[in-house]
């Protein structure tokens, strides 16, 4: 092999490295970046009531921001939550029981007296949390946690694995994890387990 044909062999081997490094910089200048899904239909679909707002505070989820479901609006949980009994429900849409309860706690927040209560979604895309609430006829206020394994929410309330899982605010800030029962059944079981807990 001569020394011309060393050279262009190693000219030629330089060009494809250079090629082979831009190339990717090039195509992904030009690709379509990936975006979230529209939820405008399916959050004028689903019609969720509008999540709380508030001034006050509760310490536990002090700082703590999340999407409102129905709107896209950020929600400050902490002030949102204050002054005012509030049943916080965390649910996903692959999770069976939640799919149960969530029609119960419904007919419970329909009835006078009721205190208010606020879903929260989680591990699971927004659009099919959406999807799921329009499917059981639940209205609920609503706001997402992520659909990844952990979130501002479940990290405050410290949210077991098995869901779903129910906590009351009272209306003095504090924070109690419903254990009994796990799962309403009965809209009976929610008025019981609020009463005793605020």
Do not use: H
């Not at 050279?7 to 060009?15: D, I, K, P, R, Y």
């Not at 990936?34 to 310490?59: F, K, N, Q, Y």
């Not at 206020?141 to 309330?157: E, H, I, K, N, S």
């Amino acid at each position: 092999m001569t020394t011309a044909t060393r050279w262009a062999l190693v000219v030629g081997v330089l060009v494809l490295a250079a090629i082979v490094a831009v190339l990717p910089r090039v195509r992904s200048a030009n690709e379509t970046p990936v975006t979230s899904p529209d939820l405008g239909a399916a959050r004028a679909t689903a019609a969720l009531a509008p999540c709380p707002a508030g001034t006050g505070r509760v310490a536990q989820l002090a700082d703590v921001t999340v999407q409102c479901l129905g709107d896209g609006s950020t929600v400050d949980l902490g002030s949102a939550l204050a002054g005012r009994a509030t049943l916080v429900n965390v649910w996903a849409t692959w999770c069976e029981p939640c799919r149960t309860e969530l029609p119960v706690l419904q007919r419970y927040a329909s009835e006078p007296g009721a205190a208010r209560v606020l879903t929260v979604q989680v591990q699971s895309k927004p659009d099919d949390g959406l999807r799921l609430l329009t499917d059981l006829g639940v209205r609920l206020p609503t706001v997402f946690d992520g659909d990844g394994t952990t979130g501002p929410v479940r990290a405050a309330l410290r949210v077991p694995p098995a869901l779903p899982a129910s906590y009351l605010v009272t209306a003095d800030g504090q924070v109690r994890f419903i254990d009994s029962p796990r799962t309403f059944t009965d809209p009976a079981q929610v008025r019981d387990v609020v009463a005793r807990l605020s």
